[in-house]
Each structure stands twice: as C-alpha cells, then as structure tokens.
C-alpha cells in the first residue's frame, strides 16, 4: 500500500446559511480545496461525497454526480457516502483507500448538509433516522435522548457531573469564538451551561451540537507526489473505520463505544504509536458527553475519567491534550454529513501551523475521531505533519 | 413475567421529535429484562436506575412500563 498525503483542505463557514443551497456549499468547499492543493478539476480521478440526509433536507438525491459536475469533475466516478454523522469520515476512508491501493493518483473527498432549511422538531426526526427505527425511534428516542441516557449511566457508573459536561460546552465555545468559521463565536460560562433549557435530561442546549449548514473538502495524493502540490501537507498515518449496532439497548455497555475503542486502539497499531504521543484531537462532540466517552476510548483518560479530564482544563488549546480546538460540533457547528471531513481539514490546519489564535504549541500529530449514530460508525484518522 | 425488569438507565425528553410532539415531556428508558436482553420503552410514570419495573401495555409497537 501507498503512504497518502492531505494536499488540500477546503471548507465553507458553517452556520445557518440562508439563502446557500447544498450544490452551492459543497462546490464551494471544494474549490477551496482544489485551490489550497493547486490541482485544478480535470486532474480529479474520483470523488466520494459523504451527506447523510439530502433527500429528507432538501429533497434532493444522487449528491455526487449533482455536487460534482457543477464542480468541474467530468465523467469521474462520484460516489455518495451514508454511514450517519459519520458519512464524511468513511468518505474519506473510502478516498483513502483508492489511492493508497495504487488505483487513483488524486482524489477528493468531501462532506455535506444542509440542515435549516427545516424546523427544528422535523430536523430531530430525521436525525433519529440514524438510529434504530423499528426500535428505540419508534419509542420517541431522538439523538439528544440517547446521549441523554448514555450520560445518565455514565453519572451513575463512574460519577460523572452535570459540571464536567458543562466544562466541555465552555470550552469548545471559547475555542469556537476564535474559529472565523465556526457557528457560534460566543464564550459562555459555567453557570450559563448548567442552566440552560432542558432538551433530555440531563442534557440541556448547551450539551447539544448545533443544527448547522455547511462543507468541507479535502485534496489526497500518494505522498511520494505530495511535493508537487504543496510545501507543507499532512501525511496520513491511519485511517480505520468500525461499526457497530445501530440500536443504543443493543449494547452491553452504553458507557463506551467499542467502535471508537477498536478504530483507535487499530489505528494507534497501524501508526506505531501510543495515545501520550498525539499532540492534539478533534472528536466527535455531538453531546458534551461524547466528548468525554471518545476521550476515554482513545487513551486520553481513564475509563471513568474523562469527566475529571475535561474538568482540568487538560484539554484546553494551552493543556496536555488540547480537544476540540476548532470549538468541536458544539460550536463550530454540526452540518452532519460535513463534519467527518470537517474535522480533518481542521487538524490539518493545526499540523500546518496555520490555526492563528487556537493554534496549539505543539503540532505533529493530530487525531480525528467521526462517530456515525450512538457509535455504530466509527472512523478514525492519525495525520502526521509533513 | 418476562416482560418486567429493572431501569438500566433514562432520560426526560423535553424535545420531541415532531410526531411525539404532544406528548413531550416524556421519560424514555431502557429496560433490563428478567427474561434476558434489554428494550428501549415509554415509561408511564418516574422511575430511576436501578428500579424494578412492570410491563403494562404495547401501543403501535412502543412497549409502556410502570413502576411496581
């Protein structure tokens, strides 16, 4: 297998975006990318675009030929990607795996959704389309409440707090306020987080993502060419995808993901190295709570204690483990089927130097960690600055 | 009975998706059950972790417990 490096990163702001329709947000992310790797579109071989719901947002179905011939990839193959929040870390995966096997020399991958087009009560019903819908969907479990009971559980388990959750929601939305493209640029505080309106107890707003428009893109080469397109890049030591049961109550232990626990402990093998060596993480905040599990299926802390973690201020920009820098989907926003991508282009960022006032000290390895579901998808990617 | 058992855990759902809208707030839990595996159920009043629970009716496939 070939090495694979990320050339070019490109994304649109997310947000409400009144007035973006999703062809537009996705070829703009990707012209950004294009751009940012000087690859102009005729030398794209393929195209993954992952989008989890475009049908049921926007009416729209076959995304990729729809995104990729108003973005100048003619007569290429272009492949829509479903796996959830998810679908933008397989897509990658997929991307990845084309070049690494020797069958394409330059790639995109990308990610998108357009979600405000939408009330917030149907939006909830189409998120809960990621679950079990013959099961706990029918029952009334939207997104929120499956976390809700997975917090819940791990309060009872391990003794975690409505306060280490709400030290997740403060600091992602005090890194979000120094991200020019995040959704919600507003530091708020402790007291604010913990009195925020109920939406599944004890998850309030503040636990909650946002329900965000926006793309993301990325541009991959083997790395033996990298050099051709950019100085500085970032070569991909891992990419691992994993699943598991769709259904929360299928689960022996809803206080971890095994699938987040099997792609990281995979992906950790595969790059030879030990949680201690990442340098900084984008994972998957859907919930403040899954912040907290994902930091302790990938290593950062103990079982039991990613609460206390958070707490610390270990995972601030300036900490052992900086977390979410870019203000993670709590406040960067959560275009769900963006997010996979989203979240490599902002590593990417990091590995390159080029995150300004949430840059972190130091900036070799980065992990993203994109979880499908109530953890039934999982991809995650170790990317080594180079 | 096989369908009785004990809160594995829960959560008040104040944000109903749109077709549960009217009966929101509603207390969603997930069940062990005495007769093995678990399910994801409507509870009829509040229980906690922990708590022993009877099975009361099923409606349009949403099983609907009690505490005892």
């Given at each position: 297998?070939?090495?694979?490096?990320?050339?070019?990163?490109?994304?649109?702001?997310?947000g409400?975006?009144?007035?973006?329709?999703?062809?537009?947000?996705?070829?703009?992310?990707?012209e950004?990318?294009?751009?940012?790797?000087?690859?102009?579109?005729?030398q794209?071989?393929?195209?993954?675009?992952?989008?989890?719901?475009?049908?049921?947002?926007?009416?729209?179905?076959?995304?990729?030929?729809y995104?990729?011939?108003?973005?100048?990839?003619?007569?290429?193959?272009?492949?829509?990607?479903?796996?959830a929040?998810?679908?933008?870390?397989?897509?990658?995966?997929?991307?990845?795996?084309?070049?690494?096997?020797?069958?394409?020399?330059?790639?995109?991958?990308?990610?998108?959704?357009?979600?405000?087009?939408?009330?917030?009560?149907?939006?909830?019903?189409?998120?809960?389309?990621?679950?079990?819908?013959?099961?706990?969907?029918?029952?009334?479990?939207?997104?929120?409440?499956?976390?809700?009971?997975?917090?819940?559980?791990?309060?009872?388990?391990?003794?975690?707090?409505r306060e280490?959750?709400?030290?997740?929601?403060?600091?992602?939305?005090?890194?979000?306020?120094?991200?020019?493209?995040?959704?919600?640029?507003?530091?708020?505080?402790?007291?604010?987080?913990?009195?925020?309106?109920?939406?599944?107890e004890?998850?309030?707003v503040?636990?909650?993502s946002?329900?965000?428009?926006?793309?993301?893109a990325?541009?991959?080469?083997p790395?033996?060419?990298?050099?051709?397109?950019?100085?500085?890049?970032?070569?991909?030591?891992a990419?691992?995808?994993?699943?598991d049961?769709?259904a929360?109550?299928?689960?022996?232990?809803?206080?971890?993901?095994?699938?987040?626990?099997?792609?990281?402990?995979?992906?950790?093998?595969?790059?030879?190295?030990?949680?201690?060596?990442?340098?900084?993480?984008?994972?998957?905040d859907?919930?403040?709570?899954?912040?907290?599990?994902?930091?302790?299926?990938?290593?950062f802390a103990?079982?039991?204690?990613?609460?206390?973690l958070?707490?610390?201020?270990?995972?601030?920009?300036?900490?052992?483990?900086?977390?979410?820098t870019?203000?993670?989907?709590?406040?960067?926003?959560?275009?769900?089927?963006?997010?996979?991508?989203?979240?490599?282009?902002?590593?990417?960022m990091?590995?390159r130097?080029?995150?300004?006032?949430?840059?972190?000290?130091?900036?070799?390895?980065?992990?993203?960690?994109?979880?499908?579901?109530?953890?039934?998808?999982?991809?995650?990617?170790?990317?080594?600055?180079? | 009975?096989?369908?009785?058992?004990?809160i594995?855990?829960?959560?008040?759902?104040?944000?109903?998706?749109?077709?549960?809208?009217?009966?929101?707030?509603?207390?969603?839990?997930?069940?062990?059950?005495?007769?093995?595996?678990?399910?994801?159920?409507?509870m009829?009043?509040r229980?906690?972790?922990?708590?022993?629970?009877?099975?009361?009716?099923?409606?349009?496939?949403?099983?609907?417990?009690?505490?005892?």
């Amino acid at each position: 297998m070939r090495s694979v490096a990320v050339v070019g990163i490109g994304k649109t702001p997310f947000g409400a975006l009144t007035g973006r329709d999703l062809r537009s947000l996705a070829v703009e992310a990707v012209e950004n990318a294009l751009h940012d790797a000087t690859v102009a579109p005729e030398q794209v071989e393929a195209f993954y675009l992952g989008n989890f719901a475009g049908p049921s947002f926007v009416g729209q179905n076959h995304l990729a030929p729809y995104v990729g011939m108003a973005a100048g990839f003619e007569g290429i193959p272009c492949t829509r990607v479903e796996d959830a929040c998810a679908s933008s870390g397989s897509a990658f995966f997929h991307a990845w795996q084309s070049v690494a096997a020797g069958i394409y020399d330059v790639v995109v991958a990308a990610g998108v959704e357009k979600m405000t087009s939408q009330p917030t009560p149907r939006v909830a019903e189409i998120l809960a389309g990621a679950g079990d819908m013959s099961g706990e969907g029918r029952a009334g479990a939207t997104f929120p409440a499956l976390f809700a009971m997975i917090a819940r559980r791990h309060m009872h388990q391990y003794g975690t707090t409505r306060e280490q959750l709400a030290a997740v929601a403060v600091k992602n939305h005090a890194n979000g306020a120094k991200n020019p493209l995040a959704h919600m640029r507003k530091v708020i505080t402790i007291e604010q987080a913990l009195a925020g309106k109920p939406v599944a107890e004890p998850l309030t707003v503040y636990d909650c993502s946002l329900i965000s428009d926006g793309a993301a893109a990325v541009v991959i080469v083997p790395l033996e060419q990298a050099a051709r397109y950019r100085s500085r890049c970032a070569k991909v030591l891992a990419v691992v995808q994993t699943s598991d049961h769709v259904a929360l109550d299928r689960k022996a232990d809803i206080t971890l993901f095994p699938a987040v626990k099997a792609a990281g402990e995979k992906a950790y093998k595969i790059a030879g190295l030990s949680p201690k060596q990442i340098d900084l993480a984008e994972l998957h905040d859907c919930f403040t709570i899954a912040e907290i599990v994902a930091s302790e299926d990938l290593g950062f802390a103990a079982k039991g204690q990613g609460g206390p973690l958070a707490a610390s201020g270990a995972t601030s920009i300036c900490g052992s483990i900086p977390i979410n820098t870019s203000g993670g989907l709590k406040a960067k926003g959560h275009p769900v089927g963006a997010t996979g991508v989203g979240q490599i282009c902002d590593v990417v960022m990091q590995l390159r130097g080029d995150a300004g006032e949430r840059q972190v000290p130091k900036h070799t390895i980065g992990l993203a960690q994109n979880l499908g579901g109530s953890g039934a998808t999982c991809v995650v990617t170790i990317l080594e600055a180079a | 009975m096989d369908r009785d058992g004990v809160i594995y855990t829960e959560t008040i759902v104040h944000a109903a998706p749109e077709q549960y809208a009217a009966d929101a707030p509603y207390q969603l839990a997930i069940i062990e059950l005495d007769g093995g595996g678990r399910i994801t159920a409507r509870m009829l009043n509040r229980a906690q972790i922990g708590e022993r629970v009877t099975f009361v009716e099923e409606r349009v496939g949403v099983a609907y417990y009690r505490t005892l």
